[in-house]
């Protein structure tokens, strides 16, 4: 189960963190992810934290202000924005799956557990 919080409304170029708990055992084999949805617009991949090898990898509109991390101890992942944007609003989710190979991981669809979305909303 994954539980997401962090969001709400900030002024473009501000920041935001945003952090996804994940109930259950320790896993550090299983990847993390964070997508977002505007309204009216699919679900895009924004970042995602890989297995074991913890290679990161980021959407371009993204790379270089958000920045994906995680705490294994505590079971988050969380989500660093910086130099917001109005285009970054949406509604963000976070996404887990134990067996992704690499190729899937920006689709939606290959990821078996998400959590409840969180509201970011930036204001121009």
């Known amino acids: 189960q994954l539980q997401a919080s962090g969001g709400g409304l900030v002024q473009a170029g501000g920041s935001l963190r945003l952090s996804c708990a994940r109930s259950?055992?320790?896993?550090?084999?299983?990847?993390m992810a964070w997508f977002r949805q505007a309204q009216g617009k699919e679900r895009e991949f924004v970042s995602a934290?890989?297995?074991?090898?913890?290679?990161?990898y980021y959407a371009d509109s993204v790379k270089g202000r958000f920045t994906i991390s995680r705490d294994d101890a505590k079971n988050t992942v969380y989500l660093q924005m910086n130099s917001l944007k109005p285009e970054d609003t949406a509604v963000y989710y976070c996404?887990?799956?134990?067996?992704?190979?690499?190729?899937?991981?920006?689709?939606?669809?290959?990821?078996?557990?998400w959590g409840e979305g969180t509201l970011v909303t930036v204001s121009s």
């Open positions: 996404a887990a799956d134990q067996h992704l190979i690499l190729s899937a991981i920006r689709t939606p669809d290959s990821y078996d557990y």
């Open positions: 934290d890989f297995r074991s090898s913890r290679a990161t």
């Open positions: 259950g055992r320790t896993s550090r084999t299983i990847t």
